[in-house]
T-cell receptor, first 114, second 110 residues
Framework: DTGVSQDPRHKITKRGQNVTFRCDPISEHNRLYWYRQTLGQGPEFLTY????????KSRLLSDRFSAERPKGSFSTLEIQRTEQGDSAMYLC????????????FGDGTRLSIL | QKEVEQNSGPLSVPEGAIASLNCTYS??????FFWYRQYSGKSPELIMS??SNGDKEDGRFTAQLNKASQYVSLLIRDSQPSDSATYLC??????????WGAGTKLIIKP
């Protein structure tokens, strides 16, 4: 299967700890997105990569959040000094060359902050 | 503030009937429109894309787009219990940014 892959599926950690999530996009896709979703809401945009370049980052995104896509393939999302409010589903999506093409999602990483 | 509006529901439809889901958007420059299905605890799954005014059919699903009214809808014919899910409308704005609705919860009653 060559769909979007995310790891881990679940992460439980104590407040104040750092966490890192990984996303492997569909291999031929050069666009990669990170979203956060809480119950009853649509996905909230966090950041976007075109190949290795981070082209957009949400103004709502705290400085505790950072994302990388070093070689234009997989991406990581790190949250430093986690807070209760960071508990959510973190979704990664990838899309093809054309900007108007749809995005395809991985299974997500569910983060729970104790 | 660019917005996509959906009725949160739940929308309850008898099995075998047509389910009609609606979405309005604020950015007139939007060109691409998507419907995603999301089961509880799972990630969104793309079910339909539509780019031009009119209807687009795929199996039991029909997407309808009216850019003049800034309105996009999804019809599900012969609704099945497995169609019970939250349906998310996503609109790509003039900056190629996806703007998401909060979703409509659909319940198909056997």
């Amino acid at each position: 299967d060559t769909g979007v892959s995310q790891d881990p599926r679940h992460k439980i950690t104590k407040r104040g700890q750092n966490v890192t999530f990984r996303c492997d996009p569909i291999s031929e896709h050069n666009r990669l997105y990170w979203y956060r979703q809480t119950l009853g809401q649509g996905p909230e945009f966090l950041t976007y990569f075109q190949n290795e370049a981070q082209l957009e980052k949400s103004r709502l995104l705290s400085d505790r959040f950072s994302a990388e896509r070093p070689k234009g393939s997989f991406s990581t999302l790190e949250i430093q000094r986690t807070e209760q409010g960071d508990s959510a589903m973190y979704l990664c999506a990838s899309g093809g060359d054309r900007s108007n093409q749809p995005q395809h999602f991985g299974d997500g990483t569910r983060l729970s902050i104790l | 503030q660019k917005e996509v509006e959906q009725n949160s529901g739940p929308l309850s439809v008898p099995e075998g009937a047509i389910a009609s889901l609606n979405c309005t958007y604020s950015d007139r420059g939007s060109q691409s429109f998507f419907w995603y299905r999301q089961y509880s605890g799972k990630s969104p799954e793309l079910i339909m894309s539509i780019y031009s005014n009119g209807d687009k059919e795929d199996g039991r699903f029909t997407a309808q787009l009216n850019k003049a009214s800034q309105y996009v809808s999804l019809l599900i014919r012969d609704s099945q219990p497995s169609d019970s899910a939250t349906y998310l409308c996503a609109v790509m704005d003039s900056n190629y940014q996806l703007i998401w609705g909060a979703g409509t919860k659909l319940i198909i009653k056997p």
